[in-house]
């Protein structure tokens, strides 16, 4: 469950992240209720961005990751079968 709510509160952390640097890059009159055209353009496009950016880091995270589990694996197994080809004394 804890590994959960690490997951949750990371998704959390960038989402509001992402909020607050495309808000502050793009919203610029609080003349009236609602926003003006151009700054839906620009959020949408600004939120597209970081999105995407994200997908992209995190399928290289898991490339990443899933290498070193690999040579992990790799790593283990040549240990394991040098200890085992050590000859006992007789």
Same mark, same amino acid.
């Given at each position: 469950?804890?590994?959960?709510?690490?997951?949750? $509160?990371?998704? *959390?952390e960038?989402y509001?992240?992402?909020?607050?640097? =495309?808000?502050? @890059?793009? +919203?610029y009159?609080?003349?009236? $209720?609602?926003? *003006?055209?151009?700054?839906?353009?620009c959020?949408?496009? =600004?939120?597209? @961005?970081? +999105?995407?950016y994200?997908q992209?880091?995190?399928?290289?995270?898991?490339?990443?990751?899933?290498?070193k589990?690999?040579?992990?694996q790799?790593?283990?197994?040549?240990e394991?079968q040098a200890?085992?080809?050590?000859?006992?004394?007789s």
């Amino acid at each position: 469950m804890a590994a959960e709510e690490q997951i949750f $509160r990371e998704f *959390l952390e960038t989402y509001n992240r992402i909020v607050e640097e =495309c808000f502050n @890059r793009c +919203v610029y009159t609080f003349n009236y $209720r609602y926003l *003006l055209e151009d700054e839906i353009d620009c959020t949408s496009r =600004c939120t597209s @961005r970081f +999105v995407n950016y994200n997908q992209r880091m995190a399928m290289n995270f898991a490339q990443i990751q899933a290498k070193k589990m690999i040579d992990m694996q790799e790593q283990a197994e040549a240990e394991q079968q040098a200890t085992t080809d050590v000859p006992k004394p007789s």
